[in-house]
């Protein structure tokens, strides 16, 4: 099983639309996580920290649940431009090796 | 602000050929990383380094070598190009720490075709 786990997709969704992805990491040791963005043919690069009370950045909120092992990522209002691979990223406590997910793609279409 | 350089942005190499990817970062992080892309497997790890003189290997290190003599430079050594070594690869670094200091840097990626 693999240590972080997303669901590939695509999600399809009309501008506008509220889109949600979720994550399970195996790790119960983990203790930083994050979500990436990456667009085609681009390097990553960090959409947001997830904190353990939820946090939120413009149209974008993030959450954790430690007891199930997930974290999630909501976009409301999608915008075209946010056609792009989510990555789920965790990190062991004391760790610099981050653990990426295989990405979710979204595609938002007009 | 530099961040992340790596070079070269695209290369074409014959089978059994030798190579050198160059990154370079201006931040004074202690971890650097080598990750290569390819369709559906997500990024994995090649190797990375957590300070000047210390390197490890990642989950997919046969066929590359590194070395990191300085802070700011890790560069990543095809020894024998292979087929199998057609891919994106990608640089990163970051501070080690907790919090905003975890955010990964990456290099803006190098597109490498074995034939």
């Known amino acids: 099983r693999k240590e972080v786990e997303q669901d590939p997709g695509p999600f399809n969704v009309p501008e506008g639309a509220t889109v949600a992805f979720n994550c399970t990491y195996s790790?119960?040791?983990?203790?930083?996580f994050f979500w990436y963005r990456q667009d085609c043919r681009k390097e990553p690069k960090l959409l947001m920290s997830?904190?353990?009370s939820g946090n939120e950045d413009g149209r974008f909120t993030a959450q954790l649940n430690r007891a199930s092992q997930y974290i999630s990522l909501l976009i409301r209002d999608s915008k075209l431009s946010d056609s792009a691979t989510y990555l789920c990223?965790?990190?062991?406590?004391?760790?610099?090796?981050?653990?990426f997910g295989r990405g979710t793609s979204l595609i938002v279409h007009p | 602000n530099a961040g992340v350089t790596q070079t070269p942005k695209f290369q074409v190499l014959k089978t059994g050929q030798s190579m050198t990817l160059q990154c370079a970062q201006d931040?004074?992080?202690?971890?650097m990383s080598w990750y290569r892309q390819d369709p559906g497997m997500g990024l994995r790890l090649i190797h990375y380094?957590?300070?000047?003189?210390?390197?490890d290997q990642g989950e997919v290190p046969n066929g590359y070598n590194v070395s990191r003599s300085t802070t700011e430079d890790f560069p990543l050594r095809l020894l024998s190009a292979a087929p199998s070594q057609t891919s994106v690869y990608f640089c990163?670094?970051?501070?080690?720490?907790?919090?905003?200091?975890?955010?990964?840097?990456f290099g803006s990626g190098t597109q490498l075709s074995v034939l």
């Open positions: 990163a670094s970051s501070y080690r720490g907790q919090g905003a200091n975890e955010k990964l840097f």
């Open positions: 790790n119960s040791a983990s203790q930083s």
């Open positions: 997830v904190y353990s």
């Open positions: 990223v965790v990190k062991g406590e004391g760790s610099y090796i981050p653990t």
């Open positions: 931040m004074n992080h202690e971890y």
């Open positions: 380094s957590v300070g000047a003189g210390i390197t």
